[in-house]
């Protein structure tokens, strides 16, 4: 193999005649900015930079009809801090007079923002890279609405107060939701002058073999391999959630067997190019963003469902696992703060079954995606339910009975705090909004543990540059997305996926061009 050229993961070689062209490459144009991958945070690095005047190149992986990386499976929600209401509204023009004076939007500062980060992951965060997103959170928001982006007040975390008026809290969403934000962004790219590349697979990083410097992208597409130069490389090609050897490697055998709830590309090669290359591993490599999703799911994450396998309304019910017991604190924190950790709970128990069990007090507040795409078991007694769903009716009906007995006759849940209406005596317990599985017909949903993106990555600066394992920077290589890691550990508070996305994205693509094009580097 070429010295200087980092080949894929797996053992794969690349041919000896393979070499830089600083100019062309079978009549190709060289890049000053070439980004590898699709999704959100690729994309907000090729504009950022394109904006900085250089020549972009993205690579993405997939054929244009399934383009987008894990950016179109999501709700298209991002949190963000915000010092007033106003600096919400004001991302949202398309709002009337009368939806404004309809509308509570609730505070959320960066302290709060940090805080919830820090709690989530149990304080094992990067606390810098944590304030980064925070600090930069509204400015990307707003950067990105500059740009096109069109946003509405979404479901995400949503209320209706006394007096018909809707309350939303740390969050927006974008129009059209992880679809319609994939597709703007896709626009505005191109209105920008970004060319995109369709089934171009990254196959190997160049580097200069006496600086070190990253120069160059091995790509491989329908007519063959080539080598292309470039100024600076952006690698926002996600974790490895979809590749079952590296989830296996990495977090165990419990994620050999896992539904994905995403796109089958995202599966680390471009993160294993840069560990080869002397990048520094950071964050929880045996953790993942993992949510309970539908049991019937399919083993990918499908276009035409999208983010609507997701079944985190367990906050409203119970759920038990084939034993008919329960196995979770259903009621720890608000759904956003505890989903993305509940699915690998869920993968954990036996055949990687779960059932969440509703009465007709909680049914009126689960998502609206249970009805769009389940039909749930019914019974009018809880043994009859069990008979539907395959557990014994026997143990469901005294798991039931045991929670009901840990709980006041009459308590009722307010869905809109922590009200700490708790189960006492009983083990797991319920924290918040435990009130008695007692109002029939009783309805049930099968669920298993999907998998949505992997915590482990590569270290990144505060411009974004990958950091090597003696803290130095990787000259030319930049990361952004899901591939960088010391954002989340445990788990995340929700939405804040893709602002991680769309910050590290600005950054990284504003300074690889800037490192390209010989200018300083770019602060916010």
């Avoid at 993205?58 to 990386?69: D, H, Q």
Wanted: contains cysteine.
């Amino acid at each position: 193999m070429m010295p200087g050229i980092c080949a894929p993961a797996g053992g794969a070689t690349l041919p000896e005649s393979a070499r830089i062209e600083e100019k062309t490459m079978s009549g190709h144009p060289s890049w000053d900015v070439v980004v590898a991958g699709a999704g959100n945070a690729a994309l907000c690095a090729a504009c950022a930079a394109r904006q900085e005047g250089a020549r972009v190149l993205v690579l993405e992986k997939a054929p244009r009809e399934l383009r987008g990386g894990n950016t179109r499976f999501t709700t298209g929600a991002m949190r963000f801090a915000y010092s007033s209401p106003e600096g919400v509204l004001a991302l949202i023009p398309d709002l009337s007079p009368g939806e404004r004076a309809n509308v509570e939007v609730q505070p959320y500062g960066q302290d709060e923002f940090y805080n919830d980060l820090m709690r989530v992951t149990e304080g094992l965060a990067d606390p810098d890279l944590s304030q980064l997103l925070v600090a930069e959170s509204y400015p990307v928001i707003r950067w990105m609405t500059e740009l096109g982006v069109r946003w509405e007040l979404g479901a995400f975390q949503r209320a209706v107060q006394s007096g018909h008026r809707a309350r939303f809290h740390a969050m927006i969403q974008s129009k059209g939701a992880g679809p319609g934000l994939s597709d703007q962004e896709f626009g505005i790219a191109e209105g920008l002058g970004v060319e995109i590349w369709y089934d171009a697979k990254l196959v190997g990083l160049v580097q200069d073999p006496a600086s070190g410097r990253v120069v160059g992208v091995r790509v491989r597409r329908p007519d063959g391999i080539s080598t292309l130069g470039a100024g600076a490389i952006v690698l926002g090609t996600g974790g490895f959630e979809a590749n079952r050897e590296l989830r296996v490697r990495y977090m165990g055998p419990k994620w050999d067997e896992v539904k994905v709830r995403g796109s089958r590309f995202d599966t680390g090669e471009g993160l294993m190019m840069a560990l080869e290359l002397g990048a520094q591993s950071i964050g929880q490599w045996s953790g993942a963003h993992s949510t309970p999703i539908a049991a019937e799911s399919p083993d990918h994450g499908s276009l035409r469902l999208t983010d609507l396998t997701r079944r985190a309304s367990y906050v409203y019910g119970l759920m038990v696992n084939e034993d008919a017991e329960r196995f979770a604190d259903e009621g720890e924190d608000f759904w956003p703060y505890t989903y993305a950790k509940m699915g690998s709970v869920v993968q954990g128990q036996p055949h990687r079954a779960a059932f969440q069990i509703f009465d007709q007090k909680g049914l009126p507040w689960i998502e609206r995606a249970y009805y769009a795409t389940s039909t749930p078991a019914e019974g009018d007694t809880i043994a009859e339910l069990a008979e539907k769903l395959g557990l014994d009716p026997a143990k469901l009906s005294r798991t039931v009975d045991e929670f009901n007995r840990s709980i006041d006759p009459g308590a009722q849940a307010n869905p809109w705090i922590r009200d700490g209406l708790a189960t006492r005596g009983l083990e797991p317990a319920k924290s918040n909004w435990a009130t008695r599985i007692d109002q029939p017909p009783y309805v049930g949903y099968p669920v298993t543990g999907g998998i949505t993106f992997t915590f482990g990555g590569v270290k990144i600066d505060r411009r974004a540059r990958v950091i090597d394992t003696e803290e130095l920077p990787i000259a030319g290589l930049y990361a952004a997305g899901e591939l960088t890691g010391g954002f989340f550990h445990f788990n995340y508070p929700g939405a804040s996926g893709l602002t991680r996305g769309s910050v590290t994205g600005r950054i990284a693509g504003a300074n690889a061009a800037r490192e390209a094009l010989g200018k300083p580097p770019w602060t916010s």
